[in-house]
């Protein structure tokens, strides 16, 4: 049979193919972005007293009613808005889910979608494989900052949809006041939609998360997109949640109820008790935080440029003075003769823009990130 691919210029992801490299070559793994210590035993110990308890059955689908109601009493202390937990909130199957289903929902054959590069990876093939055209706009050197005036000669009749990425991967920048300001000033006068990727709302350092959320008018039109696997370093639960308007919830909602229709039940539970105390929250900063410190101190000695990280725990390291490989090159040589896996940001281009930049993640135990950052300063 004759198969014409969807996506003929997609392979697999640069996470798998880098994480499979660090296991072949016995690497010190800091491409891929999941933790290495363990979660909270406490949250351990819910999910199995949850599963003791008999909640192994579907949940509804648009998640649990104390999840839900947890989630709204969250966001309420954060950013000031108490989102209806009934017409509002969708717990779904981690971050990307909620991503595709978004866009599966809201995005008709032939709109554009503004996306800013580097973008992470998933963004683009959701939108085409949902008849969309993205359009690639660049992150602004040395910084990765967003030109709002390029933004608006970007847009279009066309124009559905802008995705916004704050805090940001892959480079650590945070979307101040004023972006927020400026993003809702533009998707009001052009009618526009936004989808906000916060996953990583919780990790932020010197400043504090601007949520579109905090914002009336923005808020009115946005979906904002969360996830408990980056906020509770358990990301192979695969469990996030949506806050949209209602009238954006609806449709995403029954797109969700056909990609995975519910999602984990005890885990569910589990995260809704977790949530009511904040404690379990509010310091996740501080430990990322303390890690990025360790990382970047113990990278001080080294030929590497170390690149301002606000937000996430991915730090950027430019070999711009060791080396004139490409930024992939540069990665497998890394993996393979220093022992240390790193993601190349070129992957995150359209355009494949190559600036010798290289991510690593520094969500690991301290004895992990001084063991790479020893062999990256003998580089």
């Known amino acids: 049979?004759?198969?014409?691919?969807?996506?003929?210029?997609?392979?697999?992801?640069?996470?798998?193919?880098?994480?499979?490299?660090?296991?072949?070559?016995?690497?010190?793994?800091l491409s891929q972005g999941f933790p290495d210590f363990?979660?909270?035993?406490?949250?351990?110990?819910?999910?199995n007293k949850h599963m003791e308890a008999g909640k192994n059955q579907y949940a509804p689908m648009p998640g649990?009613?104390?999840l839900r109601s947890a989630i709204s009493k969250v966001i309420e202390d954060k950013y000031g808005y108490l989102p209806n937990p009934e017409t509002e909130i969708t717990v779904t199957a981690?971050?990307?889910?909620?991503?595709?289903?978004?866009l599966a929902a809201l995005v008709n054959e032939g709109d554009e979608v503004i996306l800013?590069?580097?973008?992470?990876?998933?963004?683009?093939?959701?939108?085409?494989?949902?008849?969309?055209?993205?359009?690639?706009?660049?992150?602004e050197q040395p910084d990765f900052s967003i030109n709002w005036n390029k933004v608006e000669d970007a847009i279009t009749d066309r124009t559905k949809v802008i995705m916004v990425n704050t805090p940001h991967n892959p480079s650590g920048a945070v979307l101040n006041h004023q972006d927020l300001k400026a993003l809702e000033e533009l998707a009001v006068k052009h009618d526009l939609i936004v989808i906000s990727d916060e996953v990583y709302e919780h990790i932020i350092f010197g400043h504090s998360h601007e949520s579109a959320l905090k914002y009336e008018s923005l808020r009115a039109r946005t979906v904002a997109i969360y996830s408990f696997g980056k906020t509770f370093h358990a990301t192979g639960w695969k469990s996030g949640y949506i806050i949209a308007p209602d009238y954006l919830t609806k449709e995403i909602r029954k797109v969700h109820q056909f990609l995975v229709f519910s999602v984990n039940t005890p885990v569910q539970y589990a995260l809704a008790e977790f949530l009511t105390d904040p404690e379990n929250y509010i310091h996740i900063s501080d430990m990322y935080e303390q890690k990025r410190n360790i990382f970047q101190g113990a990278l001080k000695d080294s030929r590497f440029e170390v690149i301002p990280c606000h937000g996430t725990y991915f730090q950027l390291l430019s070999y711009k003075g060791i080396s004139d490989l490409d930024d992939m090159s540069m990665a497998e040589k890394l993996t393979k003769e220093h022992k240390v896996a790193s993601i190349p940001i070129s992957v995150f281009y359209k355009n494949k823009q190559d600036d010798k930049l290289l991510r690593f993640c520094f969500a690991k135990n301290e004895e992990t990130l001084l063991k790479a950052a020893d062999i990256l300063c003998k580089i």
């Open 94 to 102: 981690g971050a990307t889910e909620a991503i595709y289903a978004t």
């Open 1 to 29: 049979m004759q198969l014409q691919s969807k996506l003929p210029d997609v392979g697999t992801t640069i996470f798998a193919v880098m994480s499979k490299m660090a296991t072949e070559h016995n690497a010190i793994n």
């Open 116 to 139: 800013f590069d580097p973008a992470y990876d998933c963004y683009d093939p959701s939108i085409r494989l949902n008849g969309g055209v993205p359009v690639h706009l660049t992150l």
């Open 38 to 47: 363990p979660i909270s035993d406490t949250l351990i110990q819910l999910v």
């Open 64 to 66: 649990v009613p104390e």
